[in-house]
């Protein structure tokens, strides 16, 4: 997945409980008239939070966010739910959808929404 910087993208999601995920995101930036190019992201924070609903009091937990190594992967960063994360989230336990969003906070504070969506999480037969 690819997103532009200043150009709050969208994506929703179905996940089974009980497995694992990482979700690869390339964040880029359009300068002028130029393909959108991948943003170094070192100094940059990228935050995340899944909620029932839009009120600060509802039910809600961060989303684990790792940076790859910039001098490898510039832009990348990637989403990771574990096995004990989305077991968590069996219909018996909480609701099964969360609206989510995505922001980065750059060296010098400028913080930006990037990404929005949904979080949908299916009862595995498995698991």
């Known amino acids: 997945m690819a997103i532009i910087k200043n150009d709050v993208a969208h994506a929703d999601f179905e996940l089974r409980t009980g497995d694992d995920y990482r979700v690869r995101v390339t964040y880029r930036e359009q300068e002028g008239d130029n393909d959108p190019a991948p943003v170094d992201l070192t100094n940059v924070q990228i ?48 609701p099964r959808k969360f609206l989510f969003d995505l922001e980065s906070v750059d060296a010098d504070g400028w913080t930006t929404t990037f990404l929005d969506g949904t979080l949908v999480f299916i009862q595995d037969v498995t698991n």
């Open 47 to 94: 935050n995340g939070k899944a909620r029932t609903a839009y009120n600060v009091d509802a039910d809600s937990f961060p989303l684990p966010i790792t940076k790859a190594d910039q001098t490898k992967e510039k832009g990348v960063f990637y989403i990771l739910l574990s096995k004990t994360l989305t077991t968590q989230f069996r219909p018996e336990n909480r």
